[in-house]
Each structure stands twice: as structure tokens, then as C-alpha cells.
T-cell receptor, first 113, second 114 residues
Framework: DTAVSQTPKYLVTQMGNDKSIKCEQN?????MYWYKQDSKKFLKIMFS???????INETVPNRFSPKSPDKAHLNLHINSLELGDSAVYFC????????????FGPGTRLTVT | AQSVTQPDIHITVSEGASLELRCNYS??????LFWYVQSPGQGLQLLLK??????LVQGIKGFEAEFKRSQSSFNLRKPSVHWSDAAEYFC????????????FGPGTSLSVIP
């Protein structure tokens, strides 16, 4: 069983479109995250949810909107996609806060043309 | 400000040689320190972590790391590298609560030559 899964794995779309990435964890963790990894492999946190409550909201354009329907799911919706949104997006979960290890999904490679 | 630096962008070692990847951090409180590995096309996987206690921590795949508070360092070591260790390595620092962010370093890319 995959601990943290993301769909889709690849996403190619045109500028201006709206797209969503889904994430599910079956570890029973309370905290979930979205990270963005750019072309230089730099990893930056975007959002963190704890028990469906938004805890961390980094300086991210409001075109990005996370949604957590329940503790096991954290989806990322992106409106009006731009070229600069091209990156790999990782979902992760942990049993607690930043002091706990995080379990990462396989990533979604988003390419905006 | 909280930060993590990994001075080496890319390292190449021969298979069987020893390895040390450097990590320095800046953190206002007691740090929780991590090393993660990312194989090509994969997500990150935890190698080891330090919370408190013994400053030499053992991890998976034969890796270890030593916490040196006086030097604000948490260097990763392996006595004998295998070809399968070729990957990207990330050092990270975090706090205790859900409101603390985990800060990742820029990563060190490891190549292993036969």
C-alpha cells in the first residue's frame, strides 16, 4: 500500500487553465503539506494543514488554493496557470508538527506551456 | 532567520570510498534536524533525524550524522558508498510544533563512479 499518493504524476497544460492535484495518505497522520520543488531542486513549503485546519500559508499567489476535505486528503487547486508554475509539487504528511519526520508522495510534475 | 546551507552543490565519489556531506543551520530554538534523500523521479525519504540525546545518530542504508551544536552543523557520513547512493541529499531543520516550518537546504547532488 502506498503511504502517500498523488494524482496525477504528470500534468501538462496551457497557460490560463485551471488544474487540481490530489493527495491522499493512509498513515493516519494529522498533518499534511504541499511543497514546490523548482528546476534547481530547491524545495519550498507552500501550505500545511493540521486536522483539516490551515496552519501554514506561505507567500503563495492566491491562485493556489488548498482544500482538505478530511484528515487523509489534501488537494491543491491552481487557477489561471502561468509558465512560472511549472515545477514538481510534493505532498507530504507527518504525525505531528515540524519536529516529526515527513513522508513524501512521489510528486506531480506540472508543465505549463 | 532560520536557514540551512549545504556548501557542496555537487559531489562525486568513487564506489567504496567514504562520504561526508556538509550541513550548517541557523535556528533560534532547539533544532530538530533531518537528512532526506531523493532518488531521480522520486519523493524524499528520511535517512535519519536528530531530536536530542546522543549527538551521533544512525540512519538507514548505513548512513550516520553528527550534531555539533558549537558549529551549528549536522554532517552526513557513510563509510563506503554504493552506486545506488547516487541521489540528491537534503538537510532540513524544524521546530517542535505544527506552526513551525521545516526549512530545507538547497541539496547536494551525489554522483558515484565505478
Amino acid at each position: 500500500d502506498t503511504a502517500v499518493s498523488q494524482t496525477p504524476k504528470y500534468l501538462v497544460t496551457q497557460m490560463g487553465n485551471d488544474k487540481s492535484i490530489k493527495c491522499e495518505q493512509n498513515l493516519g497522520h494529522d498533518t499534511m503539506y504541499w511543497y514546490k520543488q523548482d528546476s534547481k531542486k530547491f524545495l519550498k513549503i507552500m501550505f500545511s494543514y493540521n486536522n483539516k485546519e490551515l496552519i501554514i500559508n506561505e507567500t503563495v499567489p492566491n491562485r493556489f488554493s488548498p482544500k482538505s476535505p478530511d484528515k487523509a486528503h489534501l488537494n491543491l487547486h491552481i487557477n489561471s496557470l502561468e509558465l512560472g508554475d511549472s515545477a514538481v509539487y510534493f505532498c507530504a504528511s507527518s504525525p505531528g508538527g515540524a519536529g516529526y519526520e515527513q513522508y513524501f508522495g512521489p510528486g506531480t510534475r506540472l508543465t505549463v506551456t | 532567520a532560520q536557514s540551512v546551507t549545504q556548501p557542496d552543490i555537487h559531489i562525486t565519489v568513487s564506489e567504496g570510498a567514504s562520504l561526508e556531506l556538509r550541513c550548517n543551520y541557523s535556528y533560534g530554538a532547539t533544532p530538530y534536524l533531518f537528512w532526506y534523500v531523493q532518488s531521480p523521479g522520486q519523493g524524499l525519504q528520511l535517512l535519519l533525524k536528530y531530536f536530542s540525546g546522543d549527538t551521533l545518530v544512525q540512519g538507514i542504508k548505513g548512513f550516520e550524522a553528527e550534531f555539533k551544536r558549537s558549529q551549528s552543523s549536522f554532517n552526513l557520513r557513510k563509510p563506503s558508498v554504493h552506486w545506488s547512493d547516487a541521489a540528491e541529499y537534503f538537510c532540513a531543520v524544524g521546530g517542535k510544533t505544527s506552526y513551525d516550518k521545516v526549512i530545507f537546504g538547497p541539496g547536494t547532488s551525489l554522483s558515484v563512479i565505478p
